[in-house]
């Protein structure tokens, strides 16, 4: 994996006029310009390995495959499961000579589901709902003189965890909020599941942990 591409001080609570620090507002435009599309490209092309191999090799159906991390690692969860290729297009200049593309390295079919903690939402204009509906296959498209084919089962659209901490000095509180509002706003409702722990810095705790692997069970059960 790449060492962190975000800038600590920048994500970390503003200092308004008084002196005082406060996470009531942060710098909008700070993720997106600390974002390193580079670096991103290489984590990816990682998780897309680990992904691939549990499919292709290990034959773990991708609705139970869970992509989830901590920090930076949740920021790359939700760009695995969530990134529209087709808008990170104007972002792909910064690559160096021979490298792969995002299209060669991201993976872009179906998660069971997305966790993220203590992290935040990078581009989130260029995110997509994660769980895109298959279009219909000119084949299998009724015609006045024949049936209309049975219907396929639907997969179950890919659930998305997101915990932080709201004593989070690293990623403020307020960060993490606006992140949940852009997702919340992208899939519903209801496939977020969002918690928030009193009092917890930039780190886990065991109500976060109890919380995620009940969260996983119902990911994992409800494909069975």
Same mark, same amino acid.
């Given at each position: +994996? ?15 006029? !008084? $002196? !005082?620090?406060?996470? /009531? ?8 310009? /600390? ?37 930076? $690692?949740?920021? +790359? ?8 290729? !087709?808008?990170? *297009? ?24 997305? &966790?993220?903690?203590? $992290?935040?939402? &990078? ?7 994660? #769980? ?19 219907? !396929? ?26 992140? *949940? ?6 899939? $519903?409702?209801?496939? %977020? ?6 009092? +917890?810095?930039? %780190? ?16 994992? *059960? #409800? /494909? /069975?």
């Amino acid at each position: +994996m790449a060492r962190a591409w975000f800038t600590p001080s920048s994500l970390g609570p503003v200092r308004s006029s !008084s $002196g !005082s620090t406060t996470d /009531d507002e942060d710098p909008a435009s700070s993720t997106d310009a /600390d974002v390193d599309i580079a670096k991103i490209r290489t984590s990816l092309s990682y998780i897309n390995n680990l992904i691939t191999t549990s499919i292709t090799r290990h034959h773990i159906p991708a609705s139970r495959v869970i992509v989830g991390g901590f920090s930076q $690692g949740a920021v +790359m969860s939700l760009l695995t499961g969530m990134l529209d290729l !087709s808008k990170l *297009k104007d972002m792909e200049g910064g690559g160096g000579g021979g490298e792969e593309g995002i299209e060669e390295v991201h993976y872009t079919g179906r998660l069971g589901g997305i &966790a993220a903690l203590s $992290g935040y939402v &990078a581009l989130p204009h260029k995110l997509t709902s994660a #769980s895109p509906a298959p279009s219909p296959s000119p084949a299998n498209t009724p015609t006045p003189s024949t049936p209309s084919p049975a219907p !396929s089962p639907t997969p179950n659209p890919t659930q998305i965890f997101l915990a932080h901490g709201t004593k989070d000095m690293l990623v403020p509180m307020s960060l993490a909020r606006r992140g *949940k509002e852009q997702i919340t706003e992208l899939v $519903g409702d209801q496939r %977020v599941e969002w918690r928030e722990y009193q009092g +917890m810095g930039h %780190v886990h705790c065991g109500a976060e942990m109890m919380d995620l692997c009940r969260w996983v069970g119902r990911v994992v *059960k #409800s /494909d /069975d």
